[in-house]
C-alpha cells in the first residue's frame, strides 16, 4: 500500500511538473515573447494536431509498421548474439567490440547510405532500426547472463545438469531484468529510428510528414508531430513494463 501511494505521488509530481512548463510556454507565447512561427503555443499546437488528426494516424500506422518490425528483428538479432556470444568467449572477445563500433556511427550518417542502397521503400528503414536496438538487447543481456549466481551453476553441475539446463533454469530467469530494461530503451530507439530513417527518404510516415511541414514552415504541426511520437515512445514502454510483471511475476511478490 505504501508503494503504491509512492507511485502515486511521484506521479502526481511529474504532472504537476509538465503543467508549469505548458503554463509557462503559453504565457510566453502569449506575451509575444518568441515569434509564434517560431514558438507557437500549446493551444496552437493541440489546434492543429485535432486539425490534423486523421493524416497523422495515417502516417503513424507506416511508423508503427516499421518500428514493430525494426524491433521484432532487432530483438531476436540481439538475443541470438548475446547466447552465442556467452556460450563461446572467443566470439565474445572477437564480436563485442565490432558491436560497440556499431553505435559509434551516427544514424543520421548511415541512413543516406541505406537509402541509396536500398531504395526508398520499407527494407533501408527496418535495417536502421534494428542497427540501433539491437545493441541495448545484446549488452543487457550479455550482463544478465554473465552476473548469473556462480554458486547456483555449481550446484547445478554437481547435480549432473548441462549447459541447456543452467541456461533456462539459471541464466536466463537471473538475465530478464536487464532484458526488459534494455527492451525499454530499444522500443524508443525503434521509433525514433523510423522517424530519422523517413526524413531521409519515403513516401509515408511520421518522419516524411515532419520534412513537408517544415518546409511550408507549419511548425504547429511540427510540434504536434513530435508530441505524437513522445507519446507513442511512452505508450511502448508503458507495455514493455506490463510484459516485464507478466513474464517476472516473482518480482512482484516480493
Do not use: H
Not at 508503494?3 to 503559453?26: D, E, F, G, H, P
Not at 556511427?105 to 541509396?116: D, G, M, Y
Amino acid at each position: 500500500m505504501k508503494r503504491k501511494l509512492q507511485n502515486i505521488t511521484s506521479k502526481l509530481w511529474s504532472l504537476a511538473a509538465l503543467l508549469v512548463i505548458l503554463i509557462a510556454w503559453q504565457g510566453v507565447s502569449m506575451a509575444g515573447l518568441v515569434p509564434g512561427y517560431m514558438l507557437p503555443s500549446p493551444v496552437d499546437v493541440i489546434k492543429a494536431f485535432i486539425s490534423e488528426f486523421p493524416l497523422l494516424m495515417e502516417n503513424a500506422k507506416v511508423t508503427l509498421m516499421e518500428a514493430f518490425i525494426g524491433l521484432g528483428c532487432g530483438v531476436a538479432l540481439g538475443f541470438l548474439m548475446a547466447v552465442i556470444m556467452d556460450r563461446f568467449d572467443r566470439l565474445y572477445k572477437a564480436l563485442y567490440p565490432l558491436i560497440v563500433v556499431t553505435q559509434t556511427v551516427p544514424t543520421v550518417a548511415i541512413a543516406p547510405l541505406l537509402v541509396l542502397w536500398f531504395g526508398y521503400e520499407m527494407l533501408p528503414k527496418v535495417i536502421l532500426i534494428v542497427i540501433v536496438t539491437f545493441f541495448p538487447i545484446t549488452v543487457g543481456l550479455l550482463t544478465g547472463f554473465r552476473s548469473a549466481d556462480r554458486d547456483m551453476m555449481n550446484l547445478l553441475r554437481s547435480m549432473g545438469a548441462g549447459r541447456l539446463q543452467i541456461f533456462r533454469y539459471i541464466k536466463l530467469p537471473g538475465a530478464m531484468g536487464q532484458f526488459f530494461s534494455s527492451l525499454r530503451i530499444s522500443a524508443s530507439y525503434a521509433v525514433v529510428g523510423a522517424v530519422i530513417s523517413e526524413w531521409l527518404g519515403g513516401f509515408n510516415g511520421l518522419g516524411v510528414y515532419m520534412t513537408r511541414v517544415k518546409k511550408a514552415f507549419s511548425f504547429d504541426k511540427m510540434f504536434a508531430v513530435i508530441f505524437l511520437i513522445s507519446a507513442i515512445s511512452l505508450i511502448l514502454m508503458k507495455l514493455v513494463d506490463m510484459l516485464q510483471k507478466r513474464c517476472m511475476s516473482w518480482e512482484q511478490k516480493k
